[in-house]
């Protein structure tokens, strides 16, 4: 974003949206429009989404599947956006880090539609697919008018990876399908047993098809707000959720939604069901 967004070009985002979109577009210069997903089923508004693009347009930042609500984006949808983009001459940043974690549904790359591989920065990353985080190793697959613009500001930024964990990376990326069958075989066992157990609890939960969180509505238990209920889990029912608000540009969108994860271990995932089953009360 900071080699291809100049200053005062408007970018759209898809509100919930990662934090990191919102800080990086403000070092950039932007000016952000928002559309924003509502449940149960964060589908894309789509009379909104081609009311906000304009001339003044640059590009659209999406995220599929979707963090922090689970949504992955339909061919439809993704067909959309594609055409608006031909239309106006807009480039697409597309965050598809959770790409080996559909569920429901197959994940669509936007890049693979027709007419927009030579306008979509693909982004990835070691981090979700392989447990590895903190290793913050991570590629964007553009085409080369727009990989120059990206690595003059990477050679300001990050300049290298060390060599030791690119090698490592390269195993990783080298390793069979069985591999991500296994992985997404595992994080389906743990999302059924975080869904059931997060609807007995009492919440609304709402689809997720992707990712490994599951988002939920925490207002049946009465608190003013998503940051508040998050506190409570944490000092009085040892549990830890995220509050979704700091997902939106106006947090009272979000502040009757919480987030789980379910990229634990059974163990902890049926401990935390059990605290809150032993206190938390619905009082609506």
Known sequence: ????????????????????????????????????????????????LKAAVS???????????????????????????????????????????????????DHICIASLPGMYERTVTMNSLGKTFSLTGWKIGWAVAPPHLTWGIRQAHSYLTFATSTPMQAAAVAALEAPESYYTELKRDYSEKKEILVKGLKEVGFEVFPSNGTYFVVVDHTPFGFGD?????????????????????FYLNPEEGKNLVRFAFC????????AIE????????VV
């Open 264 to 271: 634990k271990d059974e163990e902890t995932l049926r401990s």
């Open 226 to 246: 998503d940051v508040a209920f998050c506190e409570y889990l944490i000092k009085d029912v040892g549990v830890v959720a995220i509050p979704t608000s700091v």
């Open 1 to 48: 974003m900071l080699g291809l967004i100049n200053p005062g070009d408007e970018v759209i985002l898809f509100a919930p949206f990662y934090d990191s979109y919102e800080a990086t577009l403000s070092m950039a210069g932007a000016k952000v429009k928002c559309i924003t997903l509502r449940p149960p089923g964060f589908d894309i508004p789509l009379d909104e």
């Open 275 to 282: 605290r809150m089953k032993q206190k938390l009360k619905r």
């Open 55 to 105: 001339s003044e347009t640059r590009a659209i930042l999406m995220n599929t599947p979707h963090n922090p609500t689970g949504k992955m984006f339909t061919r439809e949808e993704l067909e959309a956006i594609a055409s608006l983009c031909i239309e106006n001459d807009v480039i697409v940043f597309s965050d598809e880090v959770y790409d080996k974690l559909d569920f429901e549904m």
